[in-house]
């Protein structure tokens, strides 16, 4: 069992920057990759990164490509986004989750956390 708490979202003008940290409870935290995903009004849930359990393998979305960077830190058991260069269209609810593997489909996932509000405006 993993429990996830994400922080760090907020309000930020285009172009500004913000970084979420994903708290997860529990020993297992080093053996589960970890992902971000987003979820904007009237959208299905999207990929956004992902991290492998140790040697720090990433997969990102195309559209966050050179502008994310997702890290994790197994002692502190805390995965983190990193987003610079925001934009409008970066504005959802942001999710991390772990999974059993490098994935990038939600249905892969096996825990959640709450999610956290990032709005970008213009």
């Known amino acids: 069992q993993v429990q996830l708490v994400e922080s760090g979202g907020g309000l930020v003008q285009a172009g500004g920057s913000l970084k979420l940290s994903c708290a997860a409870s529990?020993?297992?935290?080093?053996?589960?990759?970890m992902g971000w995903f987003r979820q904007a009004p009237g959208k299905e849930r999207e990929f956004v990164a992902t991290?492998?359990?140790?040697?720090?393998?990433?997969v990102y979305a195309d559209s966050v490509k050179g502008r994310f960077t997702i890290s994790r830190d197994n002692a502190k058991n805390t995965v983190y986004l990193q987003m610079n260069s925001l934009k409008p269209e970066d504005t959802a609810v942001y999710f991390c989750?772990?999974?059993?593997?490098?994935?990038?489909?939600?249905?892969?996932?096996?825990?959640w956390g709450q999610g956290t509000q990032v709005t970008v405006s213009s």
């Open positions: 989750a772990a999974s059993q593997g490098l994935r990038t489909l939600p249905q892969s996932y096996d825990y």
């Open positions: 529990g020993r297992t935290f080093s053996r589960v990759v």
């Open positions: 991290i492998s359990r140790a040697t720090g393998t990433t």
